[in-house]
């Protein structure tokens, strides 16, 4: 249970960490953040998928995604 709890803790802050560099407003972030404690992976594939597509569109290589 403790190492869940943890894992999902890290997940919540690289997620809105994540939702920062995307330019979600901070109440966004939050909900993302609250997001990451509850579902972990799963939200942190999404906002993945939605770097890896602002980078396309941006024209960077897949090196700067972050």
Sequence with gaps: MNT???????????????????????????????GGIFFGPLIMLLLYIRLIYKAKSEGSSSGDII
């Design 4 to 34: 869940v709890l943890l894992t999902n803790i890290a997940c919540s802050i690289i997620c809105a960490k994540w939702a920062l560099d995307l330019g979600y407003s901070q109440s966004k972030q939050i909900i993302w953040g609250l």
